[in-house]
């Protein structure tokens, strides 16, 4: 766990040597937001938990800024091989 935890240290330290990402169009909230004439399956399926959908906010305010090593940092699991995270980027 400690080698994957360096690993993808490593990644987000090269990753943040590279040039800014320019921000992104809108908010996760605004692109999850849309006029609704009534409850959809998404709708229903969106969650109550105020901690997870801050994760998930996060989430994809990293994909939407295209920040591969900050999402791949915060979303895949720390028992992967190094090798394994260093596909996501």
Known sequence: ???????????????????????????????ITYASDGPSDVELLQTTSSSLQAKLDQ??????????????????PLDLSAADAAAYL
């Open 1 to 31: 766990v400690e080698h994957m935890q360096a690993s993808l240290s490593a990644a987000a330290a090269a990753a943040a040597q590279a040039p800014p990402l320019p921000p992104p169009q809108m908010t996760a909230q605004q692109a």
């Open 59 to 76: 989430l994809t305010n990293l994909g939407m800024c295209n920040d591969r090593a900050g999402f791949v940092s915060q979303f895949v």
